[in-house]
């Protein structure tokens, strides 16, 4: 079956500008996660939805991010004002909750977001 | 939160076993011990999750001791696509799941 998408796979903005990232969950996932990745690191959490209710933000680096998932299904990370610091890999991942693998999510490819 | 301690790197031959240990003294009680892989331009892969003792998959073993203080990924005959980042990350909640840094792997024919 298809896999977590996200889209764009590429984005550059000038510095200042809002961004909208955009993740595509596998269908049924009622978990969405979005992390972090600098070059040369491992991914950082950044927030985490079960169906609409983001249940935990407090990885969100200020707040200039702000995610949302309305319908619990589809999710956006939205960047205002665009910082050089904020560029990075942004992954989404969506998880099934089998409560015996609970740790188990299922990433995207990312978007590559080049701030300049 | 939980730290890990894993190899930078490790280096290998096609068909030989791997195994990474990782090293995490102050696991707390409920803390699970989840391994991930990443290629270049992907997002990671779920491998292998643990509480204690072993576990097994189609893809690989991890083998955990009683005092759960560190934990090894057993790679059973590498082949060239294993080349990897390797991420042990050791919680309970996704927002203490830290991966750190990892394992780069590089397997040579």
């Known amino acids: 079956g298809a896999g977590v998408s996200q889209s764009p796979r590429y984005k550059v903005a000038k510095r200042g500008q809002d961004v909208a990232l955009r993740c595509d969950p596998i269908?049924?996932?009622?978990?969405l996660f979005w992390y972090q990745q600098a070059l040369g690191q491992g991914p950082e959490f950044l927030t985490y939805?079960?169906?609409?209710?983001?249940?935990?933000k407090s990885g969100l680096p200020s707040d200039r991010f702000f995610a949302e998932r309305p319908e619990g299904s589809v999710s956006t990370l939205k960047i205002q004002r665009t910082q050089q610091e904020d560029s990075a890999v942004y992954l989404c991942a969506s998880s099934p909750n089998k409560r015996e693998l609970i740790y188990e999510q299922y990433f995207g490819p990312g978007t590559r977001l080049t701030v300049t | 939160l939980a730290k890990t301690t894993q190899p930078i790197s490790m280096d290998s031959y096609e068909g030989q076993e791997v195994n990474i240990t990782c090293s995490h003294n102050n696991i707390a009680t409920n803390d699970y011990i989840t391994w991930y892989q990443q290629f270049p331009s992907q997002g990671p892969r779920f491998i292998i999750q643990g509480y204690k003792t072993k576990v097994t998959n189609e893809v690989a073993s991890l083998f955990i001791p009683a005092d759960r203080k560190s934990s090894t990924l057993s790679l059973p005959r590498v082949s060239l696509s294993d080349t990897a980042v390797y991420y042990c990350?050791?919680?309970?909640?996704?927002?203490?799941?830290?991966f750190g840094k990892g394992t780069m792997l590089l397997v040579s024919p």
């Open positions: 990350l050791v919680g309970a909640g996704y927002s203490t799941l830290t």
């Open positions: 269908s049924g996932h009622v978990s």
């Open positions: 939805f079960q169906n609409e209710a983001q249940l935990d």
